[in-house]
């Protein structure tokens, strides 16, 4: 496990014309960059988001955030709809999760951006917040007490707010939104009906000298004003932000609209993060939601029962660290041993109890996120004190993998290595005890358990995405 000051997250933001990721420190610096191509193939966009975290992967990265365009159920992390790259068909989070074997959360584009925003750019020290990202359409998202909103389970679809009931029809099925008034789609409409010259941007029109571009100009703001209007007495908000690609050209458009008093008034400012907004926001999100207590993956079975071979080839496709019953014992046996004292088998369950729990307070001494794997066999002391001993720890999410063999080889596997094992350990005699073990020893049960034959090859790999994917 990295230091804390090491940890960091992937943030991806999908768009239409282009995937951005970047690997982001704590405080949101851009530690490294990568980009791809958008495509509306959602099989295709999530091939080449996995090809931008193995670009950006690294031992410090803890957790993956993904900003999607279109509808999301946050706390299920599930795409419920979208535009042109439509990921509603697919479980990203899922799929990424059993990658990566790392946390992940999904969340709305314009939520990510506003996460960002709020921390380091335009929003920087205020609580209440709204964004409206005005591009091709209009996201919005909102925070308050500055945590994002997201009602049941999509709220802050801002750009569905209904400004003109006579107004042009909206891909929501509705007519009037303010998307489908002020968003740089409505834009070049007006444009266009205005017979300007193709191709005429905002920045143009906001310059002066062109024949109609107040007029449109205008048109264009004065929907947008009437959103905000409409925010502002709903959410009594600090900052409106405008961001996305013409933000910065919605807000001067504004500005230019007469002052119209009334009880409430927000201020509106442009967005100060650009395109990174987005990638920012989602490695952000993505530290903050990453789980804080410890997760750990109890390797259990009857002594001889292939448990460390299991642990150390979970350990070596993970990058987890294993904390082994004996490998915390044995230091002790040989120091007795090498003072001439015997370590009869009453003293030696004493050091295995004292070794078990010093297992469990180093694991809760570790870092918040940490996940571990130990290897025990854990029938040795009650279940009792092993369901303290996880709550002590601060353990939230366990996985068991049950390790088990044919009592005859249990047996002879010990019987094979008795004559090697440091003086304290019961010797060959034991295997014959070690056989009947096998026979009726069951595991915990604690989570989801793993049963695993040792005599067969073992996929570490598999394994892991497996239990990645099953983490709460």
Not at 225 to 234: F, G, K, M, P, V
């Amino acid at each position: 496990m990295s230091p804390a000051s090491d940890v960091s997250a992937i943030g991806i933001d999908i768009g239409g014309t282009h995937l951005r990721a970047a690997r982001i420190a704590r405080d949101g610096t851009i530690l490294a960059r990568a980009r791809a191509a958008s495509d509306p193939d959602p099989e295709v966009v999530l091939a080449r988001l996995i090809g931008l975290v193995v670009e950006l992967d690294d031992p410090g990265v803890v957790a993956i955030g993904v900003g999607v365009p279109g509808r999301v159920d946050f706390t299920h992390g599930v795409v419920l709809s979208g535009g042109y790259v439509d990921l509603s068909g697919i479980d990203v989070a899922d799929r990424l999760k059993r990658r990566f074997c790392r946390s992940v959360i999904l969340d709305n584009d314009a939520s990510m951006a506003l996460v960002a925003e709020a921390r380091l750019g335009a929003g920087r020290g205020a609580q209440h917040l709204a964004l409206l990202t005005i591009g091709t359409g209009i996201g919005g998202g909102i925070m308050e007490a500055g945590r994002i909103v997201r009602g049941r389970a999509t709220a802050g679809q801002l750009g569905h707010i209904l400004v003109d009931p006579a107004g042009p029809p909206c891909l929501c099925g509705r007519a009037g939104c303010v998307e489908a008034m002020s968003s740089g789609t409505a834009l070049a409409r007006l444009m266009r009906a205005a017979d300007l010259p193709a191709g005429t941007t905002a920045a143009e029109l906001l310059s002066g000298g062109i024949e109609g571009g107040e007029a449109v100009l205008a048109a264009w703001a004065g929907p947008l004003r009437r959103a905000i209007d409409t925010l502002s007495a709903s959410l009594d908000c600090e900052l409106v932000i405008l961001g996305g690609g013409l933000g910065q050209e919605a807000a001067e458009a504004l500005a230019r609209l007469p002052d119209a008093a009334g009880w409430y008034e927000t201020e509106v400012v442009a967005a100060a993060l650009g395109d990174d907004a987005g990638v920012i926001g989602a490695g952000l999100a993505a530290l903050d939601a990453r789980p804080r207590g410890c997760r750990v993956v109890l390797v259990n079975g009857v002594p001889a029962s292939g448990k460390s071979r299991v642990a150390g080839a979970l350990s070596q496709a993970t990058g987890w660290p294993v904390y082994g019953l004996d490998t915390v014992k044995e230091p002790f046996l040989n120091e007795i041993a090498a003072a001439g004292r015997p370590v009869e088998r009453p003293f030696n369950r004493v050091l295995g109890r004292a070794s078990y729990r010093a297992i469990f307070a180093l694991l809760a001494a570790a870092p918040e996120g940490t996940t571990a794997i130990v290897d025990a066999w854990f029938g040795f002391q009650p279940r009792e004190m092993l369901e303290e001993m996880l709550a002590a720890a601060g353990i939230e999410d366990v996985v068991e993998i049950w390790c088990t063999a044919p009592p005859e080889t249990v047996a002879a596997r010990y019987r094979a290595r008795a004559e090697r094992r440091t003086a304290g350990h019961p010797g060959p005699e034991y295997a014959d005890e070690l056989r009947d073990l096998a026979a009726r020893a069951a595991p915990f049960g604690f989570g989801l358990v793993l049963v695993v034959d040792t005599t067969a090859p073992f996929d570490a790999g598999t394994t892991a995405r497996f239990i990645a994917g099953s983490w709460h």
